[in-house]
């Protein structure tokens, strides 16, 4: 073998293996488990040179297949860890693997991922904490065995990797200022919380059995913004409220855990140090390799977060991410349907819908809600700016509130949409319940649970409904859900005399339990058995009718 990689199935791990298979290397990946083969299918990796091999590196390695570079990205990495957990795969594991590399007669390299805090640190686990100090212990235990039987040795010392699939570490700072949980920052003004990506560290690591032996490189974007202008650039592009304050490290450390929210053990990497980058980024200069730009990469990471649900969830459409403040997924300039959601839901009410579509679709979260940020704009300057950069003419296809909006622009602009299909619109049926009317309405929906929300809308619980009900909980989003039934509400009369106006094909879906309190000179098509949300329900049956009627290409 070329390589093989230890920890394999790790976020590191999996990404270098990923590397090294697209450079044509031989790869053996060593796992327990193998769910790296899944992900490797997933993003599109010729696997043909790998070769996945059962290992335990908690215990003495034997039978495994002989390849010319070792790495060892295997690590426990978490917080609240015991000693004894934590020193079972970061000291032990690591001294296995050096012990089983150091039997290799081909051996170039063996590779070492420590890390940037941790390099030629005192292991104190008292202090540190059983992760930090385990993998502190790591280091030196590494450093002087590979001296002993003279291994050739490189160690890698990233700062914190960012990237799809990263979902601990910065990550729950970045949960909880999406939360609305993140009053102010642990630290002074001038923490450095360095970040590098892991498609750089991963290209990186494959450079390192060619460069000499014996070096240390600290793996970090230098140009990473202090923690306050961090947390603040990625609060901008989430269209959420930074912090202003800081709170000092030692004051953090004094206060109950269930007042500051702040895990003990992250606090040692809360430091105003700076590190040194000089052989990393001259070999980098060497083999070509670029950073991309921090800020840049710190917002591609948090659409990720967000996308996921900061690891609960899978996106069920790509691409994603923050379009100014708006939140979309899909095609945003050649859709053939334009998908607008109706309340308490967001664009993952179309998860279903889409799966039964041809051609792309943009499906956005309205102004406001869902994962959207709040806007100064009328709803028809957002919507209007939505549709500037499409590029076709789709059909456009609303729900309950989303239609009078829908309505209103394509009476303003009949050739920019090919149809417009109204499912379940709210101006032609029966007024919402006086929960929307109560000033305890905003309270009430945002402390339902998925279960209960789906009962209160007559739909099953499912990933839709539990990505509205997270929602709902984070700060502003129910009460803006309550305001924006309340103007529906208003603007029925103005929205029922538009139908006159329309120019293009109209379309209107109900659920049979859910009909239109108004009759209508336009085609209905009523979809039995089912209520306010047939494109939930009866996906199938609201595509077969969309099929009828839409002509994506304009």
């Known amino acids: 073998m070329d390589a093989i990689v230890f920890g394999a199935t790790g976020f590191i791990g999996r990404s270098l293996v990923a590397e090294l298979l697209g450079r044509g290397q031989r790869v053996a990946a060593a796992v327990r488990n193998d769910t790296l083969t899944p992900w490797l299918d997933s993003q599109g990796v ?31 990495f978490a917080f609240g860890l015991g000693v004894e957990e ?15 590399a150091a039997t290799l007669p081909e051996l170039r390299r063996l590779v070492h991922i420590s890390g940037y805090r941790v390099s030629n640190a005192r292991p104190d686990y008292a202090r540190l904490g059983a992760y930090e100090a385990s993998k502190a212990e790591a280091d030196l235990a590494v450093r002087a065995r590979a001296r002993e039987l003279d291994v050739p040795l490189t160690i890698a010392n990233p ?10 570490g910065l990550a729950s700072l970045v949960e909880d200022l999406w939360n609305g949980r993140l009053p102010a920052l642990p630290g002074g003004p001038d923490v ?24 240390d490189h600290w793996v970090l974007d230098d140009t990473t913004p202090r923690l306050p202008e961090l947390v603040a650039a990625v609060a901008d592009h ?25 895990d003990p053990e992250t606090l040692s990497f809360l430091s105003t140090d700076r590190y040194p980058t000089a052989s990393a980024r001259a070999l980098a200069e060497t083999a070509g390799l670029e950073m991309p730009p921090a800020t840049d990469a710190l917002r591609a990471w948090a659409d990720d977060l967000v996308a996921t649900r900061f690891g609960a969830a899978s996106p069920w459409l790509s691409p994603y991410g923050f379009r100014g403040r708006t939140w979309a997924v899909g095609d945003a300039h050649r859709p053939a349907h334009v998908l607008l959601h109706g309340l308490p839901m967001n664009a993952d009410l179309w998860a279903p819908l889409s799966a039964h579509l041809s051609g792309p679709i943009l499906a956005p979260d309205l102004p406001g809600l869902g994962r959207s940020a709040p806007t100064a704009q009328p709803m028809d300057a957002w919507l209007a700016d939505l549709m500037r950069p499409v590029r076709t003419r789709p059909a456009l296809v609303a729900h309950s509130l989303a239609c009078g909006p829908a309505l209103r622009f394509a009476v303003e ?121 047939p494109q939930l329900t009866h996906p199938a049956q609201v595509a077969r009718r969309l099929g009828l009627v839409s002509d994506p290409i304009g």
């Open 46 to 76: 010729d696997t043909g040179g790998l070769t996945v091999v059962t290992a335990d590196i908690t215990r003495p390695l034997t039978g495994l297949p002989r390849a010319r570079d070792v790495y060892n990205t295997a690590a426990r």
């Open 238 to 262: 989430m269209g959420v409220r930074a912090p202003r304050r800081t709170i000092p490290v030692g004051l953090v450390r004094r206060l109950p855990r269930k007042i500051t929210g702040a």
């Open 86 to 100: 934590a020193r079972a795969t970061n000291v032990t594991g690591a001294l296995n693997v050096l012990e089983w």
């Open 413 to 533: 602009h009949p050739g920019r949409v090919s149809t417009l299909v109204l499912i379940a619109p709210a101006f032609l049926q029966a007024p919402a319940p006086r929960l929307t009317r109560s000033a305890l309405a905003a309270p009430m929906l945002r402390r339902m649970s998925a279960a209960r929300l789906a009962a209160t809308l007559g739909v099953p619980e499912g990933p839709e409904v539990a990505s509205a009900a997270a929602d709902l909980r984070r700060p502003g989003v129910a009460r803006r859900v309550i305001a924006a039934m309340r103007a529906a509400f208003a603007e029925r009369e103005t929205s029922r005399s538009l139908l006159e106006r329309v120019s293009v094909p109209v379309e209107i879906i109900v659920g049979s339990a859910d009909p239109l309190a108004v009759g209508v000179d336009l085609p209905v098509t009523e979809i039995a058995d089912a209520g306010h949300y």
């Open 192 to 215: 450095f919380l360095p970040v590098v990506t892991i498609d750089y560290f991963s290209r990186f690591l494959a450079e390192l059995p060619t460069s000499p032996a014996g070096q």
């Open 159 to 168: 700062s914190t990797v960012i990237g799809p699939g990263q979902h601990i």
